[in-house]
Each structure stands twice: as structure tokens, then as C-alpha cells.
């Protein structure tokens, strides 16, 4: 059973579009983090979220703490978007433990 | 440029060999988590410490695995005897206000073990 579950697993896509990466979750939690990891490379922290909206850039992440459910999303997605995004919850009670998603590989096409 | 450091990037030994892999976490943050990525099982949390004191480390195979914080500015993940299943990599994060804050990742320790 995964406590953090991400949709789709991969996605192309042309560069332009407008892209969401769902991550649903089964327990109870004090934040959300959006991870970006590139290839080869290390992982960066995009947002943290308890609750409402947050915008970055092309960046917009949203998290319905009712429904356990948060979205990533990207506005006119570019090649260098091309990562895997990861979706990790910090359980509620000791604010310590984390549970990862599996992460979203997006392939953005020139 | 505040970023955490870890060293080595890359790692190949043979089975049997300690490894001793090393973090340098943003100056001024309190806690230092230890994670492994593998492609089987994405990342995991090994150990975590808050203010040098090792509060969680459940995650992390006791027989062969240790964590430390010798001081605030360094702490040490260790494996002896290495064994293939350890390949991975190896990240550390660091973070401010007891870990309720953003997370700031290391570059990644790449583990091979023959």
C-alpha cells in the first residue's frame, strides 16, 4: 500500500503545453513538498504547501487538504521543464517522517 | 550560495569495504535528514537528526549502517561491510526550524558496490 500515490507516472509533451501531475495521499500530514530531481542530477525543493495555492514562476501548486489530494502544475512548458517531479508528504504527528511518491517522469518536446 | 555539500559524488567498491559518506549542511540549519533512491524504491528516509542528536533512525539497517553528527557543520552516513543491495544513491537535506521548513538537497552520493 502506498501512502503517497502520483498520476500519470510519465507524460510527454509538447513544448507550450499546459501540464498537471496529480498527488493523492492516505494519511495525515502537516506539509507537502514538490520535488524536482533532473537527470544525473540533485533534488530540488519546488514548493512546500499546508495549505491553499502557491505560484513560482510558471510554477503553480495546489493542495485540497479535505480531499488529500495537490497538484503541480506548469504553464508553457519548456524542454528544461523535462524532470522527475516528486510528491512527499510529512506525517502530522512528530513532523518528522516522510512518505515519497514514486514521481512523474515529464518528457517536454521541442 | 547556501548549499548543502556532499562528497563523494561517486562511489564504486567492492563488497565487504566501508564507505563513508559525508554532508555539509546549510550553516544555521538544526536538522540533517539521511535518504536512499533506488529505482525499485524511490527515495527513503535512513536517519534523521535535530540539533546533532539522532531522533529518527528507523529507516536504516542497524547490522551495517550508522549515521553521525560529529558537529553542526558535518554528519556521516557509514557502511561496513557494503554489500550490491547498497548501491543507490545517497542523499542528505538539510533544514531550518526542526525540519518544518523547506528542504535544501545535497547533489547526491552515486553508490556502486561490486
Known amino acids: 500500500k502506498n501512502e503517497v500515490e502520483q498520476s500519470p507516472q510519465n507524460l510527454t509533451a509538447q513544448e507550450g503545453e499546459f501540464i498537471t501531475i496529480n498527488c493523492s495521499y492516505s494519511v495525515g500530514i502537516s506539509a507537502l513538498h514538490w520535488l524536482q530531481q533532473h537527470p544525473g542530477g540533485g533534488i530540488v525543493s519546488l514548493f512546500m504547501l499546508s495549505s491553499g495555492k502557491k505560484k513560482h514562476g510558471r510554477l503553480i501548486a495546489t493542495i485540497n487538504i479535505q480531499e488529500k489530494h495537490s497538484s503541480l502544475h506548469i504553464t508553457a512548458s519548456h524542454p528544461r521543464d523535462s524532470a522527475v517531479y516528486i510528491c512527499a508528504v510529512r506525517l502530522g504527528n512528530t513532523g518528522n517522517q516522510f512518505y515519497f511518491g514514486t514521481g512523474t517522469s515529464l518528457t517536454v518536446i521541442p | 550560495d547556501a548549499r548543502v555539500t556532499q562528497t563523494p559524488r561517486h562511489k564504486v567498491t567492492e563488497m565487504g569495504q566501508e564507505v563513508t559518506m559525508r554532508c555539509q549542511p546549510i550553516?544555521?540549519?538544526?536538522?540533517v535528514f539521511w535518504y536512499r533512491q533506488t529505482m525499485m524504491q524511490g527515495l527513503e528516509l535512513l536517519a534523521y537528526f535535530r540539533n546533532r542528536a539522532p531522533l529518527d533512525d528507523s529507516g536504516m539497517p542497524k547490522d551495517r549502517f550508522s549515521a553521525e553528527m560529529p558537529d553542526a557543520t558535518l554528519a556521516t552516513l557509514k557502511i561496513q561491510p557494503s554489500e550490491p543491495r547498497d548501491s543507490a544513491v545517497y542523499f542528505c537535506?538539510?533544514?531550518?526550524?526542526?525540519?518544518?521548513?523547506?528542504?535544501?538537497f545535497g547533489e547526491g552520493s552515486r553508490l556502486t558496490v561490486l
Open positions: 550553516l544555521g540549519h538544526n536538522t
Open positions: 537535506a538539510s533544514g531550518p526550524r526542526g525540519g518544518a521548513g523547506e528542504l535544501f
